[in-house]
């Protein structure tokens, strides 16, 4: 097993763990001998994954061991995780069929043991409707194993859209789904991606367009009709952009949903659409939205043309919002860069990287990505370097700070720079800002009071 040898890499690595902010004191010496294995604590007890458990130490090894005796259970066959209380008494042995397939995989059974009484008590959801989640994959996983980077990646897109805001909501897979519905997104595979178009289709619904060079899209049917925020809009709320003081235009806003949502909330929105509502005034405005329109313009001048207007009226920031690549990709035939799909509309389907060097092509601008296809261009530098202060300070201060209260707890003082010398170049930007952030907060003498709540 790789990384044991190096205590301090891993004791990094588990204060940079969000779970580990709700720890107490007493669970730090367990943590920190576990965090030589990939773990997840969630409310004192710690999950990990029957590969890991040959690198228990003893005690608990035979505690696992006499919880599998007592259930009658084998690991591997019949269940695939295991999580143990800060007691070491109470051991449940987790199966989650399909832990890797699924990027939040559903408990399917259980076996609770109490070693302190020898009970076991079995529980099925196999036939539930709203079964338990696992969330994180990736802290379960070993540091080399080539699927953590992509589960890494899918846990950072949904902190970084909110999904994690309220722990509340994210246990079961129902609220689980809905609220990932709500913040204008889906699952695909590993990757959670923007509710850009309405690209259903019933069986014989339309049929194939045909096929030739000035075919024309129906680009009012990607319209969808919005329950929720758009993914951009959502996105200008969690970075404070609704504060009052900025006026919002939509270019291209379909069927005026978000800009209906915003109004109703008392913010200053208008929008214009060529099909849904052209004779609107196209007006400038503080923040300008461009969500979802040049993904369903089949004609490269034009959506050139639909960005460069766009961008000329937004007088501080455009937020630009596309479509992603992913396998399930509508069916169609392929058109010019993108597909005619079968209803008869068009979509070019970007990565996130494509619409990035498109964006900078076009306008000469560097685009800021803030959540799987979209991005923000700031007219406004002043705007755009508060902009990337505020985010910084969210992704070191917001929850790495508050789980380095522990750092004065653990070690009497805070991390200096060798502890994280070795680690990956984030890491110490990371750990540099966090150590200059607690400076800032705290007084060295108050260091021994901070309590871990
Ligand atoms: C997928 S919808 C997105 C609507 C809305 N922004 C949303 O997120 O719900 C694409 C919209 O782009 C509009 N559109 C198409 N060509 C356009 C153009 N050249 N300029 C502005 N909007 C355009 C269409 O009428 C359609 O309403």
């Known amino acids: 097993m790789q990384n044991r040898a190096n205590p301090t890499t891993q004791r990094l690595e588990i204060w940079l763990t969000p779970t580990y902010k709700t720890t107490k004191a007493s669970e730090v010496d367990t943590l920190l001998y576990m965090s030589s294995i990939p773990s997840k604590v969630v409310g004192g007890s710690t999950y990990l994954t029957v590969d890991v458990l040959p690198y228990l130490d003893g005690e608990r090894a035979v505690r696992v061991q006499e919880a599998e005796l007592l259930a009658q259970v084998k690991r591997h066959d019949q269940f695939n995780l295991v999580r143990i209380d800060d007691t070491g008494q109470s051991i449940a042995l987790l199966n989650y069929p399909e832990f890797v397939d699924d990027p939040f995989p559903s408990l399917q059974e259980s076996w609770r043991v109490d070693l302190s009484c020898s009970t076991v008590s079995y529980r099925t959801y196999a036939d539930s409707l709203?079964?338990?989640?696992?969330?994180?994959?990736?802290?379960?996983?070993?540091?080399?194993?080539?699927?953590?980077?992509?589960?890494?990646?899918?846990?950072?897109t949904a902190e970084s859209i909110g999904l994690f805001d309220d722990p509340r909501r994210i246990g079961y897979q129902r609220q689980w789904l809905a609220l990932i519905r709500e913040k204008g997104y889906r699952i695909e595979g590993h990757s959670l991606v923007p509710i850009g178009n309405d690209e259903s289709l019933e069986d014989g619904e339309a049929d194939l367009a045909p096929l030739h060079a000035d075919w024309e899209a129906s680009r009012h049917l990607t319209a969808l009709v919005r329950y929720g925020f758009s993914a951009p809009v959502q996105s200008l709320a969690r970075y404070g952009f609704f504060d009052g003081s900025h006026r919002l235009f939509d270019y291209g806003c379909g069927r005026g949903d978000d800009v209906r949502g915003l109004s109703e909330n008392g913010l200053s929105a208008t929008g214009w659409d060529p099909y849904f509502a052209p004779d609107n005034t196209i007006s400038s405005a503080d923040i300008v939205n461009l969500g979802f329109v040049i993904n369903v313009i089949e004609d490269f001048d034009e959506r050139v043309e639909a960005l460069t207007r766009a961008w000329s009226l937004a007088e501080r920031v455009l937020v630009v919002s596309v479509m992603l690549e992913n396998q399930n990709d509508p069916r169609g035939q392929r058109f010019r860069d993108g597909v005619m799909t079968l209803r008869g509309t068009f979509q070019k389907y970007f990565t996130q990287s494509g619409i990035k060097t498109f964006l900078e092509q076009v306008?000469?601008?560097?685009?800021?990505?803030?959540?799987?296809?979209?991005?923000?261009?700031?007219?406004?530098?002043?705007?755009?370097?508060?902009?990337?202060m505020d985010r910084y300070h969210r992704s070191c201060i917001a929850s790495p700070v508050t789980s380095t209260k522990s750092f004065p707890t653990i070690l009497s003082r805070l991390p200096l720079r060798r502890h994280w010398k070795g680690s990956s170049y984030s890491t110490c930007q990371v750990m540099g800002l966090c150590r200059a952030s607690l400076f800032r907060r705290w007084r060295k003498t108050d260091w021994p009071s901070i309590n871990l709540h």
């Open 363 to 388: 306008l000469d601008e560097e685009p800021i990505p803030v959540a799987p296809g979209v991005l923000y261009l700031f007219r406004d530098k002043d705007m755009e370097q508060r902009f990337l």
């Open 130 to 156: 709203n079964p338990p989640i696992l969330h994180r994959k990736e802290l379960l996983l070993q540091p080399d194993d080539p699927r953590r980077e992509a589960y890494a990646e899918l846990t950072r």
